[in-house]
């Protein structure tokens, strides 16, 4: 839809279009087309609408594109690229048609976008044609443009793992020449061949060695050195930089790693030691290292195991470290031994085997006396003795010999424990150890005994052997348990222990060591009961000292016992249950919630709190109160004495926009506090809520205002102002009361905000001012609602009415006639002019036509209308054909309010005739015939620039084209009007019945029908209204409301009193 103003733009192009369709479009004038833009004003808006109808029916209005098609897309990333754009005045959305094209397109700017990227290698389609087409009001649109989507060279890949330099391979150090390792993975998504080559190779740890090449067309990697990948010689790894390139020089490079595998191909090497020979004394240790072999392998990744080549029962190598032992032992003296020994060591890396052959000769070596193992070896012997074990018996005999002939032994304590020599003792001879006569005590004595003996040969260069005896005392239960801290007074527990509470911790010992003491009551005792192990006398449930069923007082007997209970061993107690302040006050009502209104006198008993304290001692059950501090707006509005909250000394007050947020109540926090030690507190919560009560009237505040007197219908005037301090504030319903309103009323009042409003045309020359009485009554101000309760106010209004100069000036006469002498220098006449907008000063005076020669001016004296003068002697008789007219018809132009917006002045004009007399000393030879001079009133021209074709042609022009457009309008009326979308230009038909305005709840409304005022059927409705209309024959018409009928939609006014309602026209 085209707007006034778009047609207008638009007209010129539109004709040069029609211009173009003159021959499809037969039987229509292209410039009759035209020329209803330009003459747009003698057309309504709904006629030049109908133009752009017939513009689009002519398909004057085309799409294209900004671009030529085809277009031609190069492959690449091009989603979202913008292609082209459509191109169609006035016509929107814009569509693609064909769906499934690899395109969209934007509805309102025509742009034209791809929708994905675009591969010429992969897609099929290379040639898209995109329908795009628009709708106007009764046709579409439709172009197509082609896009060819074009080869783009584009650069070989390779992939990831070999582009990130991430790929490898693992060969053999004897991998075989030519041979293929690695086929580089780089295509051409072109199609084209590939050009491979070397870029780099680097190998480690040994630098410089190059050993690989890459096939130029096949991109096989293969081995191309004949010297030998040895893995020994620190070729380990290598890394290459291979490139593959394209015809086009575009390329891809990536990295290859090519690791070595180390083979056993080196034999193992043993390293000899001096002679090829070992000595081994005969007394070596069965296990004892004699000697250590080692092997070595240049292959780095071998491990060598030693061996033999066969069994062997005397000795052992440990194949992964190469250690050579006995396994049996060697005794030089023994004529079933051999002295010396023939080995062969193997050493092995699992491929190759190496052997060593070695001697091994027995060493004769002079023994010492030879020891019980189990005494001599290790921790020797223990020996566990009882403390009952009897005085001066034999205990335990050392076992030793001399193995060489004729020697002899003897026993020597070369080392012993505390004490240990007091209750044992050794035979030096026998080797037997035996108690003294000291009795053993666990408890008292030392609980293990070690002693260090010798044994010795008898030589003069003796040898020994040693070992350790070490006695354990047993421990015996002959002990009874016995209490280490027994109170000697009462035991008090207060009442608020929690359960599993340590009252007491019983201790008790028993001198046998190892043995454990155990508690327990001799009965049971409610609420108590004694840990078995620890000896804790602990709470057994929770103790409440105002319940009557609890024991105050008891008197406990506790046991103490041994192992399997031996030994018993009882104590008495006494424990005493005292009182605790334990219990919160306890209060009523939580929360307590009352209501009180606004208007509640000061000091007035709001609520009493109600509290308990059920512990039974004093000063727990004591109670205190205390208020918490209030929030700012509640403080001093509430006092609270003992348990008694009265309001004061602040009185209450529900007309508060803060109290408002706080919901309209007051929160108070009141502690209740007991007496004891510690003290314990309860809050109760109490909310007041406060109600609202009408307690103002509604306070009026100078309403003068002023409007202009051209101020249409509707127009605001100004908002009459109340001030309710009434919760909600100005709540307050507006009513004309009286005054001078004007009749009918000039103005009417929006009830419900006060707004004044102009109702009829104004005239500040009838009437410059309007006082009305305006009545405010106030609105919900109560808890109920009730009428009787309403306060009221009056309130004057005053409406100043501004001039507007909407009069022209008046000249009186507007045609003057005067004659004069030639010689006259006095003024000729003074015009009558006035304006009733503006004063006489006011107004400007100017000659604009017909001054011939300049010969009058005007002239003001004071501040009145000005006076014609002539300004020189006229010219008459001088020379021959040249003189002054005897006529001047002069044409005055009145303007006025002189110096203001020009665009605002209004202006009037009055025609002087003045005929002059010539003044002559000489006789005139001839009679002047009387004329009779035809009088006419002179029209101020103002020069226009407009197209002024002959009479005829406008008015032809003008009658073909509202005959056309209404033979259009008709014809597109039968086609659209069913049409969704163009039916709101096309209203159907409907019965010419005005609809009736909605029904008030007034008193009087039911029963009156609304004044119905229609300018057009005045005449023919006054009869039928005359019965049912409401008759006020002595009050003018007084509206102070206006509303909207839900129905028709139409505006109409009433008044809230009467009821009395009527159309707005």
Known sequence: ??????????????????????????????????????????????????????????????????????????????????????????????????????????????????????????????????????????????????????????????????????????????????????????????????????????????????????????????????????????????????SATDPGGLSCEGGLVIYIRDLNDEPPVFVKIENDTIYVPENTLIGSVIEVFEATDRDAASTILYGFPGSSSLFNINPVTGALTFLQPLDYD???????????????????????????????????????????????????VPETFPMLTNLYTVLAEDLDEGDDVTYEVTHSSLRSDIFFSLNPDTGIISTTDKHLDYESDPKKFVISITVKNVKPNPMSCTGLITISLQNENDESPVYQN???????????????????????TDRDVGDSVHYEFFTTYPGLFIDEDSGEIKIAYQLDYEDPHIVHEQRLIVHAFDNDRVHITAAELIVRLTDVNDNYPQCEGYPNMIQVPETTVINSTLLQIICVDKDLEEPNNILNYKMNPLDVFSVNKFTLIDNTIISGPKALDYDDMEFAGMQFRHILLIDVSDSGTPSLTSTVTVIVRVTRVNEFDPNPSLNVFEVFENSPVDSLVGTTEFTDIDWPFNNIKFTFAGGDYGNPPK??????????????????????????????????????????????????????????????????????????????????????????????????????????????????????????????????????????????????????????????????????????????????????????????????????????????????????????????????????KDVPKYSKFFPKCQNNQQPKPPNFPNKNLNTKSINKQDSTNNNSQSNENQNFLPQYPTAPEFFDGRAVDPVSGNHFLFNSTTGQAQWVN
């Open 747 to 976: 103005f009417y009042i929006e009830p419900d905000t006060g707004i004044i409003k102009v109702r009829e045309a104004l005239d500040f020359e009838k009437k410059s001012k309007y006082s009305i009485t305006v009545q405010a009554i106030d609105l919900n101000n109560d808890v109920e609602a009730d009428p009787l309760k309403q306060r009221d106010n009056l309130a004057l209004v005053i409406i100043n009415i501004n001039n507007v100069n909407d009069e022209a000036p008046v000249c009186s006469p507007a045609y003057y006639e005067k004659i004069i002498y030639s010689t006259r220098k006095i003024p000729v006449l003074k015009l009558q002019c006035s304006d009733k907008d503006s004063p006489d000063d006011e107004l400007n005076y100017a000659i604009v036509s017909e001054n011939k020669a300049n010969r009058f001016i005007l002239q003001r004296d004071d501040d009145g209308p000005p006076s014609i003068y002539p300004v020189q002697n006229f010219q008459y008789n001088v020379f021959e054909g040249i003189q002054d007219p005897t006529v001047f018809q002069l044409l005055i132009e009145v303007t006025d309010e002189r110096g203001g917006n020009k665009a605002l002045q209004l202006s009037t004009t009055a025609t002087v005739i003045i005929h002059v007399v010539p003044w002559t000393t000489t006789i005139p030879t001839t009679t002047l015939k009387p004329t009779t001079m035809q009088v006419t009133t002179a029209v101020l021209v103002r020069t226009s620039y407009f197209w002024h074709p002959d009479n005829w042609f406008p008015a032809v022009i003008t009658i073909t084209a509202t005959l056309l457009l209404l033979s259009m309008y008709a014809l597109a009326w039968g086609i659209l």
């Open 1 to 242: 839809m085209f707007t006034l103003d778009q047609c207008e733009k638009n007209s010129s192009v539109l004709h040069k279009k029609c211009q173009r369709n003159r021959n499809i479009h037969q039987g229509f004038s292209c410039i009759s087309y035209v020329i209803s833009f330009r003459l747009k004003i003698m057309f309504s808006k709904e006629i030049t609408t109908i133009l752009f109808i017939f513009a689009e029916i002519l398909g004057v209005i085309a799409l294209t594109f900004d671009k030529e098609s085809p277009f031609r897309l190069p492959e690449g990333r091009t989603e979202n690229q913008e292609i082209a754009r459509a191109i169609s005045t006035g016509r929107r959305p814009f569509r693609i048609n064909n769906a499934g094209v690899p395109f969209r397109i934007d509805p309102n700017t025509g742009i034209i976008t791809a929708a994905r990227d675009f591969n010429f290698e992969v897609d099929t389609d290379r040639r898209y044609d995109i329908t795009v087409s628009t709708d106007g009001l009764l046709d579409r649109d439709t172009n197509v443009f082609t896009v060819i989507i074009e080869n783009v060279n584009e650069p070989p890949i390779c992939e990831f793992d070999f582009q990130s330099k991430r790929a490898n391979r693992t060969i053999n150090e004897n991998f075989p020449m030519y041979t293929s390792i690695y086929r580089v993975p780089a295509r051409d998504v072109d199609g084209d061949d590939l050009m491979f080559a070397i870029q780099s190779q680097a190998s480690a740890p040994t630098r410089n060695g190059l050993f690989f090449d890459v096939d130029k067309t096949i991109g096989f990697v293969f081995r191309s050195a004949s010297e030998p990948l040895d893995f020994d010689a620190g070729y380990e790894e290598f890394r290459l930089l291979i």
């Open 486 to 508: 027994l109170p000697n007074k009462t035991i008090d527990i207060p009442e608020n222990l929690p359960p599993g509470t340590v009252v007491l911790k019983l201790q008790a």
């Open 334 to 384: 023994n004529p079933d031994n051999h002295k010396a020994y023939s080995l062969v060591i193997t050493a092995t890396d699992g491929v190759h085997i190496a052997y060593y052959p070695i001697h091994v000769f027995i060493e004769n070596v002079d023994e010492p006396p030879k020891c019980d193992p189990a005494f001599s070896t290790g921790t020797g012997i223990t020996l566990t």
